[in-house]
């Protein structure tokens, strides 16, 4: 494990990628504390549209709410989505896409056929079903962004289980007795890792993207509770006189999405030893 | 089984439990169509016109016979009556349809035309300062949301050149091409910009693994010139991998671009399903989302086809 995180530190991007993740943590942490600035719910209507200062550093909103410490709370905030999302997909698809591949034959055809289904409805739309039928809010985010990626974690697990499955110490350990389960766990998921850990990074940034454009769309996370993609949507018509109600959230929204990029191509570069060092 | 044939086979089956999934899931939104479609004037309704509208839109039926109702409608061409337009939902759906249609295919012409040459000139100067200026900004192409560049797009127009982009408008593009053109070009960009990024990436790793390979060291023994190898004999292998990108790609655009037709206020299949998850038009949001699953479906399977077509090593050995 320190191998590969000295491996990880030596890649450029995955030092980028980490340095720009351990601070959107650290953000999200403070916000979670409420060790913000100033009070990102509060409202101050005499520092109302004040630029980028020494007191507000990256300015205020229409009513004079800071900016930065909404950041904060918005990173927060797109960062419980995007985890517990990415958390409950790599559950939902790895136990499927292993026991398709475990079960084999009719049971596969079943399960994959039923993750093709998910995966014939473009992403946003599947979503926007979702929210359509529980109505928006936090946790629907997270149903939704899990929904779609489900399928995505079974069929990157599946294809290696199926190959696995018919390697020689598998074989032997059913030979030996060992338990499905624990042949499962132990032999099949551990060499599972490798993809997985690759494919939860560039599912985060996924997550971290979607939450932002559902709540663009006002389909997200509910006001007042600050969010990225709402806050830029309300910058839409301010841009004019307060460009830095729009900037410092697309950026925010950028950089985020970027981190976790560099770490799923810094993570594939290393783990995947077909691939040379190729990807920017 | 040859993979062609079982693509062919499972093709109708994935399209029926598309169909089922969409049926099921409109129908467990909270809330009654007859009330989202009227709003407040729904209460003025005697009880009889209340089941008459019913029986019109025939949601008095069981959900199962619904079902088969509408599924034996499909195989007509008869999508059901939108409650929004009053009108055929697939008359609805492809008046919207060319709008989405023209812009997948701009963004797709701005990503190509971007992405292939950007991907090319990257990978004949590997690991030299402009490839590594390729690579960076391609990442951050990456990285950036459609709708965080819509948003740049229009604020730059506005302060820099004091114009607004045409919103809410679209002629049609054999009424006036140039129009039409010029209406689409900002959502265009503002949805080629992260697929050029990805379609630079991908060409230039797949332009790098070609380059290595040993018929073009044959070429270049043969004395072919660089640019020779690049284009003539090394360029066509490393598209394969592009033509599926840009074909997922366009499935995906054809299914309308939600955020960016909402950004842009333009009339196009995405907002149309929006419209309709939020005013609850049953009809609507069946055929819409059917239709753009299908049109996703096919384009998946045409590409899947045209790698089988492009990689013989498909055709014989199956995946």
Excluded: C
């Amino acid at each position: 494990m320190s191998k590969l995180f000295r491996a990880f530190l030596r890649h450029p991007s995955g030092r980028i990628g980490l340095a720009i993740i351990s601070l959107y943590l650290l953000a999200a942490i403070l916000g979670t504390l409420g060790l913000t600035p100033h009070n990102p719910l509060k409202l101050f209507a005499i520092d109302r549209l004040k630029p980028p200062s020494a007191t507000y550093w990256f300015g205020t909103d229409l009513l004079g709410r800071d900016t930065f410490s909404r950041l904060m709370v918005g990173i927060k905030q797109s960062m419980i989505i995007a985890f517990s999302s990415v958390a409950l997909a790599t559950l939902f698809g790895t136990v499927i896409g292993l026991l398709a591949a475990w079960w084999g034959t009719l049971w596969d055809g079943i399960l994959m056929r039923i993750m093709d289904v998910l995966l014939a409805f473009p992403a946003i739309l599947l979503a926007l079903l979702i929210i359509a039928i529980v109505g928006p809010g936090t946790s629907t985010s997270v149903a939704a962004i899990a929904v779609v990626y489900t399928p995505i974690f079974a069929r990157v697990v599946r294809g290696p289980a199926l190959s696995l499955k018919q390697r020689d110490f598998v074989d032997a350990a059913r030979t030996f007795g060992s338990s499905q389960p624990y042949i499962l766990s132990r032999h099949l998921l551990l060499n599972l890792v490798a993809p997985l850990a690759v494919q939860v990074t560039l599912a985060l940034a996924w997550a971290l993207l979607t939450e932002a454009g559902l709540s663009f769309l006002g389909l997200g996370t509910q006001p007042p509770t600050p969010s990225l993609g709402l806050m830029l949507a309300e910058s839409k018509n301010l841009m004019t006189q307060a460009p830095w109600l729009m900037i410092f959230p697309a950026l925010t929204i950028m950089l985020g999405i970027l981190g976790f990029n560099l770490t799923g191509d810094a993570l594939r570069d290393i783990l995947d030893p077909r691939m040379e060092r190729r990807e920017a | 089984m040859n993979y062609v044939a079982q693509r062919l086979l499972t093709f109708p089956l994935i399209l029926l439990g598309v169909s089922v999934l969409v049926f099921v899931s409109i129908r467990l939104v909270p809330g009654d169509a007859i009330t989202a479609m009227l709003g407040t004037e729904a209460g003025l309704l005697t009880p009889a016109q209340r089941a008459a509208l019913a029986a019109y839109f025939g949601i008095d039926q069981p959900i199962w016979s619904q079902y088969l109702r509408w599924l034996s409608g499909l195989f007509q061409g008869d999508l059901g009556i939108s409650s929004i337009y009053g009108r055929p939902v697939f008359s609805v759906i492809l008046e919207r349809f060319p709008l989405t249609l023209q812009l997948a295919l701009m963004s797709m012409v701005i990503a190509l035309g971007v992405g292939v040459p950007l991907g090319v000139f990257a990978a004949t100067r590997n690991e030299k300062p402009s490839d590594l200026v390729v690579r960076i900004l391609a990442m951050l192409g990456q990285s950036t949301p459609s709708f965080v560049i819509g948003v740049l797009i229009i604020y730059v127009l506005s302060v820099f050149f004091g114009v607004v982009p045409a919103m809410g408008t679209f002629t049609p593009l054999f009424v006036d091409p140039l129009a039409s053109i010029s209406q689409l070009i900002f959502p265009a960009i503002t949805l080629g910009f992260a697929f050029a990024a990805s379609v630079t990436r991908i060409s230039r790793s797949a332009m790098l693994d070609v380059l290595s390979d040993d018929y073009i060291r044959t070429a270049r023994s043969k004395g072919a010139s660089q640019r020779s190898v690049v284009w003539r004999h090394a360029l066509p292998n490393a598209l394969i991998p592009v033509v599926t990108l840009s074909g997922v790609e366009f499935g995906y655009l054809l299914g309308g671009a939600v955020i960016v037709e909402q950004i842009f206020a333009l009339p196009g299949l995405g907002r149309l399903v929006l419209d309709a998850i939020t005013q609850r038009d049953y009809a609507l949001v069946q055929g819409t989302v059917l239709f753009i699953a299908f049109n996703f479906l096919v384009v998946n399977l045409l590409v899947d086809l045209a790698y089988v077509a492009l990689d013989p090593r498909i055709r014989i050995g199956g995946r």
